[in-house]
């Protein structure tokens, strides 16, 4: 749907006219002030891509459209702002909980990157629903966790298995402090290590703005170490040598590392990936 008209149309309640609707695409202004789009098509809608206004916001809201996981068949949504808002017109509160409750059915979301001044906290809130049991791709480039930040995340959503975000450094935690250099703490983090999450296999990383390279490579280690399934880290091309060298260098110089020697040699990113 695309609806340049301010003006809102309502169908009457007992009209269900998508009740086959698998995929949903709802760009620019929400086209009504109530559920008519989502009526009677729980059993078939697969896919949402949908500009997150006030109109939009208020009747998931107001209606409980995604109350009680009533869209089983719900694999991918992705939730962006409408065109030409910015995210602080939207109230946070209202906002949140739409994107939380249509994730809620969902086993991918994305939230756009325009949506960073919200997303992370959206991130946070969705780890307090049902969801989390069953969330396998979680797309929030842009959003930036610290490390202790990043592995709760990772512990409150078991089944995820794609991570798309960026690192904000080691930070510390109520227990453990991960700044200063890393060759000093790293070996200190590692026997520290606890396992957060089972399931994930990779994590994108877009950008680094101004986290020095081992910072990066730091937290990829202490990520692998903590979920014994992942695989990779998508870095951007420019640091992947400086990245590689890290890696290779941590692995022959920290000896809590020679366990875990030839599943971090895995790590290292080959020239034609």
Not at 8 to 26: G, H, S, V, Y
Not at 37 to 64: C, H, P, S, W
Request: proline share 5%.
């Amino acid at each position: 749907f695309y609806d340049p008209s301010p003006e809102k149309t309502n169908i009457a309640r007992e009209i269900a006219p998508f009740p086959c609707l698998e995929e949903l695409c709802l760009f620019g202004a929400h086209p009504f002030t109530d559920d008519t789009v989502f009526r009677n098509n729980e059993k078939t809608l697969g896919r949402i891509t949908m500009d997150m206004d006030n109109v939009g916001a208020r009747v998931i809201n107001q209606y409980k459209t995604f109350a009680d996981h009533r869209y089983k068949n719900l694999k991918r949504v992705k939730i962006i702002l409408a065109a030409g808002r910015r995210s602080d017109s939207l109230p946070y509160d209202g906002l949140a909980k739409a994107a939380v409750a249509v994730a809620s059915c969902s086993q991918s979301l994305t939230l756009d990157s325009s949506m960073l001044a919200v997303s992370k906290n959206v991130a946070q809130d969705i780890c307090n629903t049902n969801c989390s049991q069953q969330l396998h791709s979680l797309d929030i480039t842009g959003t930036r966790f610290t490390l202790p930040e990043m592995l709760s995340l990772l512990k409150r959503l078991p089944a995820l298995r794609k991570l798309y975000c960026e690192p904000d450094g080691l930070g510390t935690t109520k227990n453990k402090s991960y700044k200063g250099s890393k060759d000093q703490h790293l070996a200190k983090a590692v026997a520290e290590v606890e396992i957060q999450n089972k399931c994930l296999r990779y994590w994108k990383i877009d950008s680094i703005k101004s986290h020095a390279v081992s910072t990066v490579a730091t937290m990829v280690i202490l990520v692998a170490l903590s979920c014994p399934m992942f695989q990779y880290a998508d870095v951007p091309k420019r640091i992947v040598p400086i990245y590689n060298a890290f890696i290779l260098k941590a692995i022959a110089e920290e000896p809590p590392l020679a366990s875990h020697a030839e599943r971090l040699k895995s790590l290292v990113i080959q020239d034609d990936e």
